[in-house]
């Protein structure tokens, strides 16, 4: 072959696809400039620390268990429940509200999606409604028209936008007591309230023609002023017109769980608590003990047995004694327990437990006695006994509940605070008071009780709480002529009659008709109660009341902006 052949051939010009694919010779690195190496060589370390932070921030996270969420921070849990005498009495006072597991941001277990439900109600504008169907402006109004649930529409997205309302869906208008009135009801929920509930209102909108074909609202009603769309409930045999059917919630669905069968109960696993030294304590030590039980079973993967049967502490009484037999769905929302965790009640669990126990043979339901706190749940999680039973024998403070999630315990059980949320009934009464003051209102928390006649722990309290002092504070706090809704423990109504010229003041008992012998609220407590009546009682106001001040536009707190004092007392401001 030639020189020239070999000049010619595929792979022995420069300018060959074969060449070209080469790796460059060192002639060509050398003409590279330097700084596209140092920028080459500085990607290839900041991708080596993302790479890094990826793989920190996963071990972390897989790592990491947080703790109960007491009042949102660890630092509140050592200075309230977790803070103990010697003898483990709580030393959380009695008229402070208890967190529950919808105050939280932390571990509160979110919403099932739902496809029926929107975050956000679709608001359609009057004038699209308006074209959609033909109208004629001298004909009488049809509160089935859809331009009427348009207007409303319209109207309800443009007047409660700043109020922290959310609207779920609504439902068709009806026509109130005269021509061109209609009444509309629709779900919401509040966004100040981490639940997923949702509430009922029905107004009454006075409905006029507008431009063109839309519709012009006049004026509306005041909350649950529509009283043609209250749905009433469905009464069994003849009807009575003289007898007004009370309005209920018909979402409320608190009936207790039962075993289906023999098997079934044998097939089991259930954890259960005798009754031990925490009955008739504080509220908060209640739940406290209570949760620990609760996270036991979870951790066990058993069903916890749990009685509904509560012993209100005398704190929450007029005479300081204590009053055993209230009921759990009183204060706590049941519906949303049993659909959060395993829950049986405890008279049927043992009256089955009677009827389908063998003694003898193989039928037989196995128990697992555990006599003392000290069986940690760790030993326990291997038992394939029917029935875990822990009994709480002993003497305070070693019969108390919580003692089982001391110790090493402690890292293992996590309480499940998603499962406690407040009862939907007392809810319901901080959602109507809420709403009569159109979700547009100032509060105000005035603590005083026992802890203004404490003078070693609280030297300023009294002072700093005294009608004087509250007239020369409040007003450079709260803008002059708010709705006011004071929250407080103060037992004289007219303690507050000073602010009254700056505000219009509110307390809890401008709205007694919300729990009377009239009231939703007192037809569903009776029906729980086997027709006795319930006293609307200390902890319930407690509730209540510390629940509408949470959805006052402007707080006022009595330890953060109207005393010197601490909380807890001297000296613990900063913990």
């Not at 849990?77 to 529950?100: A, F, G, H, M, Q």
Request: charged content about 25%.
């Amino acid at each position: 072959m030639s020189s020239s052949d070999q000049d010619d051939a595929p792979d022995g010009g420069e300018d060959s696809p074969l060449f070209r694919r080469r790796g460059p010779s060192s002639a060509d690195i050398a003409e590279i400039p330097v700084s596209q190496s140092f920028i080459k060589a500085a990607s290839n370390v900041g991708f080596s620390l993302f790479v890094l932070a990826v793989l920190v921030v996963t071990v972390v996270a897989v790592t990491y268990q947080p703790p109960d969420p007491w009042l949102q921070s660890s630092a509140a849990i050592t200075t309230s429940l977790s803070r103990v005498l010697p003898n483990s009495t709580y030393l959380v006072p009695d008229d402070s509200l208890l967190p529950t597991g919808e105050d939280f941001n932390s571990s509160s277990v979110p919403a099932p999606a739902r496809a029926d439900e929107p975050d956000e109600a679709p608001v359609v504008p009057a004038s699209a409604a308006a074209n959609a169907t033909a109208c004629d402006p001298d004909a009488p109004l049809n509160c089935s028209d859809p331009r009427v649930l348009a207007a409303v529409k319209a109207f309800n997205a443009k007047a409660f936008f700043r109020r922290s309302i959310v609207f779920l869906s609504y439902e068709a208008p009806v026509p109130g007591p005269k021509p061109g009135v209609c009444d509309v009801a629709w779900r919401f929920r509040n966004r100040k309230e981490r639940s997923w509930r949702r509430y009922r209102d029905y107004r009454r909108f006075i409905l006029a023609p507008g431009e063109g074909c839309a519709l012009e609202i006049t004026k509306v009603g005041k909350f649950r002023s529509g009283i043609n769309a209250a749905r009433r409930p469905q009464r069994k045999g003849p009807k009575s017109p003289r007898v007004k059917a009370p309005v209920v919630d018909a979402e409320i669905n608190d009936t207790i769980p039962v075993v289906g069968s023999e098997a079934e109960f044998k097939r089991g696993k259930y954890l259960y608590y005798m009754r031990g030294g925490d009955h008739c304590k504080s509220m908060n030590q209640f739940i406290w003990s209570f949760l620990c039980g609760l996270g036991e079973a979870k951790f066990l993967n058993r069903t916890f047995v749990m009685d509904l049967n509560v012993c209100l502490s005398g704190a929450h009484t007029p005479d300081g004694k204590d009053v055993d037999g209230k009921d759990f769905r009183y204060y706590f929302d049941f519906e949303h327990l049993k659909e959060s965790a395993s829950v049986v009640e405890e008279g049927d669990f043992l009256k089955d437990w009677k009827r389908w126990d063998k003694k003898k043979g193989p039928g037989r339901i196995t128990v697992r006695k555990v006599p003392s706190y000290k069986t940690t749940p760790m030993q326990l999680k291997r038992d394939k006994s029917n029935i875990i039973w822990r009994q709480f024998n002993g003497q305070e403070p070693e019969n108390y509940w919580y003692r089982v999630c001391e110790g090493r315990a402690a890292k293992v059980i996590q309480r499940p605070w998603y499962a406690i949320w407040k009862s939907k009934r007392l809810m319901n009464i901080v959602t109507e008071i809420a709403g009569r003051l159109d979700w547009d209102y100032d509060g105000l928390h005035v603590v005083r009780g026992w802890k203004a006649q404490y003078k070693k722990n609280y030297p300023n309290l009294d002072a700093d709480t005294s009608p004087d002092a509250l007239a020369a504070k409040v007003p450079t706090l709260i803008k002059p002529w708010r709705h006011l809704y004071i929250a407080t423990n103060e037992p004289f109504y007219n303690y507050f009659d000073k602010l009254r010229s700056h505000f219009h003041v509110h307390l809890l008992d401008d709205y007694k008709e919300l729990w009377s012998s009239n009231s939703e609220w007192y037809n569903e407590t009776m029906a729980l109660s086997g027709g006795k009546p319930v006293p609307f009682d200390a902890y319930m106001r407690v509730i209540v009341d510390t629940e509408v001040f949470y959805r006052a536009k402007t707080q006022v707190e009595t330890f953060n902006n109207l005393t010197r004092d601490c909380k807890d007392g001297i000296n613990t401001c900063n913990l």
